[in-house]
């Protein structure tokens, strides 16, 4: 079993930075890609961004290419996402994931049966 804790996030305003990280214990092994998602209410889960565990292969969605930016630190088994030149359409619950992903599908969520606690981010404009 994998399991992820999420921190940061909070409230920003518009053109401010904020970073996330995502903490995996357990049998990480069997983790390929970690991504974050985010959600609004009524709205599906997107992919933003992934970074492949072993190799720190990256991959953005359009919607935060250029502005976020996904690492990782595997001494310290942590993801982080860096959010810059944040919009208030940035505003959502974050969620870190983990597990298969790969290139063709790290935006979808079916691709990931680990999932954070999910964290929220607003950015006021």
């Known amino acids: 079993q994998v399991q992820l804790v999420q921190s940061g996030g909070g409230s920003v305003q518009a053109g401010g930075s904020l970073e996330l990280s995502c903490v995996l214990s357990?049998?990480?092994?069997?983790?390929?890609?970690m991504a974050w998602f985010r959600q609004t209410p009524g709205k599906e889960r997107e992919g933003i961004a992934a970074i492949n565990r072993l190799y720190s292969g990256t991959i953005y969605g359009d919607s935060v290419k250029g502005r976020f930016t996904v690492s990782k630190d595997n001494a310290k088994n942590k993801v982080y996402l860096q959010m810059n030149s944040l919009k208030s359409e940035d505003t959502a619950m974050y969620y870190c994931a983990a597990g298969k992903g790969g290139w063709g599908a790290w935006y979808d969520v079916s691709s990931y049966i680990h999932w954070g606690q999910g964290t929220q981010v607003t950015v006021s404009s």
């Open positions: 357990g049998s990480i092994d069997s983790v390929y890609w």
